[in-house]
Structures are given as structure tokens and as C-alpha cells.
């Protein structure tokens, strides 16, 4: 959806477009936190950060609840560490 939207692209031309597609994206995310919080409760904290979003966040009867206008998002922060190869040991 992202890659097909080109909220990049529109932002210079059509704001309101760029914006939707950005708050779709969001609203995504904040449902997806809120899945993923039993099975990856580390990912999904560190994803709250990002959206300014409580504990409550993680409450089933509100997973699909929209973030407000204007909500405020917090300082992106990587949400794993990236894993370097290991080098072969065999001969």
C-alpha cells in the first residue's frame, strides 16, 4: 500500500493524499501492535513508543480504535538489532 500510494512523491503535490496514505499506514501499525503484543511483547512495547500510545493500547476491544487527529508520535527507534552473518568455520 505504501509503495503504491507514494506518500513521498505526493507530499509535493497532493498533501491530503500523502497524509492519508501516511495515516492508513499508521492506523496499521497501531492495530498491528496490539495483535502482536501476546506473541512479541518487547516489538510491540517499543511500537507503543513510537506512537505514543499507553498499555491500554493493548486491549483487544480497542485494537482497530483510530489514533486521534493530531495524535503526536514519538522518536523512531529500531525495533530489533540487525544480525551480522556468522563466518563459516568449515574448511
Not at 492508513?24 to 505514543?52: E, G, N, W, Y
Request: hydrophobic share 35%.
Amino acid at each position: 500500500y505504501f509503495d503504491n500510494t507514494k506518500p513521498f512523491q505526493t507530499r509535493k503535490t497532493d498533501m491530503e493524499a500523502c497524509g492519508r496514505a501516511v495515516n492508513v499506514c499508521l492506523q496499521t501499525v497501531r492495530t498491528l501492535t496490539t495483535i502482536m503484543a501476546p506473541f512479541l511483547p518487547h516489538i510491540a512495547s517499543k511500537c507503543r513508543d513510537m506512537l505514543s500510545l499507553d498499555e491500554s493500547a493493548n486491549a483487544w476491544d480497542t485494537a482497530c480504535n483510530p489514533m486521534p487527529d493530531g495524535h503526536v508520535l514519538d522518536k523512531a527507534q529500531y525495533l530489533v538489532q540487525k544480525l551480522e552473518p556468522l563466518e563459516s568455520t568449515d574448511s
